[in-house]
Nanobody, 123 residues
Framework: QVQLVESGGGLVQAGGSLRLSCAASGRTFSSYTMGWFRQAPGKEREFVARISTGVSTYYADSVKGRFTISRDNTKNTVYLQMNSLKPEDTAVYYC?????????????????WGQGTQVTVSS
């Protein structure tokens, strides 16, 4: 059973930075794409970023140039470095893993989800 545990959320002022971490267990981490998603109150869960096994990355337009996703296969961990944070980035952030090997960017393509970590950006 795949397990994902996020950490690193918190309260930060606009313009600040946070780094989220997601520790994975239960299968060969390096063989699968990993993704970050977020869900703001009253809104649907949305894609933020993903990183493939070959470490190619892809970002939502809303975070491009400010967020960086990376992975450390020796630690079974994926990271999301968030810079120049804005109040509209406030949400619960989730890391996720798909059931199958491949490259995915849609919520429905991911089967395994962490518990989420709250990010709050004050203006």
């Amino acid at each position: 059973q795949v397990q994902l545990v996020e950490s690193g959320g918190g309260l930060v002022q606009a313009g600040g930075s946070l780094r989220l971490s997601c520790a994975a267990s239960g299968r060969t981490f390096s063989s699968y794409t990993m993704g970050w998603f977020r869900q703001a109150p009253g809104k649907e869960r949305e894609f933020v970023a993903r990183i493939s096994t070959g470490v190619s990355t892809y970002y939502a337009d809303s975070v491009k140039g400010r967020f960086t996703i990376s992975r450390d296969n020796t630690k079974n961990t994926v990271y999301l470095q968030m810079n120049s944070l804005k109040p509209e980035d406030t949400a619960v952030y989730y890391c996720a893993a798909p059931n199958y090997r491949g490259i995915y960017s849609k919520v429905d393509d991911y089967k395994y989800w962490g518990q989420g970590t709250q990010v709050t950006v004050s203006s």
